[in-house]
């Protein structure tokens, strides 16, 4: 199969716009990469999203391999090269892990959230469309999900291991899926309008 470059340029330019974002020296549209620099990756990763194998079980032990390990293992070499690094100059009496580091990191270990949150998100779609006996209930549901994400945004309700965030991105990554099935695009013209009007709420949550 001929390899589609416009995923690897769509790759390419999330990569450049977060590391752009995150750059010490200023960013005259740092704003407006937080809109979507992120979303993209989602929905990226739900392109790519397969359900040949129904099997809960299956499917967690294949997700939990390929985000939560590597999670585990990123997570334990940062606190390795931290500790080391504070006993080499003398500082060990400075050395404090909180147990909550390991739940939401934060710091320098800010970025893991990713592989937490794209866990939970293939787990909860892969979930949707597993019980869901029409594709209609798979727009409503990955709608009904971000605006929860929103309600819970707004109010400033945290749920452990980025559940909170998570719920929001299940939209992007079903338009992310979406893009990739193109029976579900041909069907009818109201399965368009239903990827466009998720578009668009997406866009509005992003913005918000």
Known sequence: MKRDVTIDIAKGIGIITVVWAHLTVACPIKEEIYWFHMPLFFLLSGYFHHQKNNDVSTFLKKKFKA??????????????????????????????????????????????????????????????????????????????LALIGYILYKFKIHIP??????????LFYHIGKSLNTPSLLNKRTSNTLWIMFASLVSLAIAAT
């Open 67 to 144: 985000y939560i390990i590597p999670y585990i293992f990123f997570f334990l070499l940062a606190e390795i090269c931290f500790i080391t690094i504070y006993t080499a100059l003398g500082l060990s009496d400075k050395i404090f892990i909180s147990p909550s580091i390991i739940i939401r990191p934060y710091g320098v270990l800010t970025p893991l959230w990713f592989f937490i949150s794209i866990f939970w998100v293939s787990i909860i779609y892969f979930l949707i469309c597993k019980y869901s006996k029409k594709e209609i209930w798979i727009h409503i549901l990955s709608i009904a």
């Open 161 to 170: 291991l980025y559940i909170d965030s998570s719920i929001s991105m299940v």
